[in-house]
Nanobody
Framework: EVQLQASGGGLVQAGGSLRLSCAAS????????IGWFRQAPGKEREGVAS????????YYAHYVKGRFTISSDNAKNTVYLQMNSLKPEDTAVYYC???????????????????WGKGTQVTVSS
């Protein structure tokens, strides 16, 4: 059974940093792409970043590029999202998701992924 557990959310002031973690189990980690998505109240879900585990290829949405970094620790089956220079508009519930690496990172961020974990709340105060 595929399981994804996101953690690390919290309350931070604008300009601050947080690191989210996504612990994965139940599938062959190297064969998958892991993505981070977010959904703010009253807004549609949007893709944030993705990483293809087997070669570390990453993709970022333009609104986080240069501020967020996605990485993986393959020994721990864990993906991280380091979020720096946070803005109030980054406030959302953040979800990690997974799918087989059949498509590009941009494809997944646009269309979503097959497996989803429960979210973690990130709140950025102004």
């Amino acid at each position: 059974e595929v399981q994804l557990q996101a953690s690390g959310g919290g309350l931070v002031q604008a300009g601050g940093s947080l690191r989210l973690s996504c612990a994965a189990s139940g599938f062959t980690f190297d064969d998958y792409t892991i993505g981070w998505f977010r959904q703010a109240p009253g807004k549609e879900r949007e893709g944030v970043a993705s990483i293809r585990i087997r070669d570390g290829k990453t993709y970022y949405a333009h609104y986080v590029k240069g501020r967020f970094t996605i990485s993986s620790d393959n020994a721990k089956n864990t993906v991280y999202l380091q979020m720096n220079s946070l803005k109030p508009e980054d406030t959302a519930v953040y979800y990690c998701a997974a799918d087989g690496s059949y498509y590009s990172g941009s494809y997944f961020l646009d269309r979503g992924m097959r497996y989803w974990g429960k979210g973690t709340q990130v709140t950025v105060s102004s």
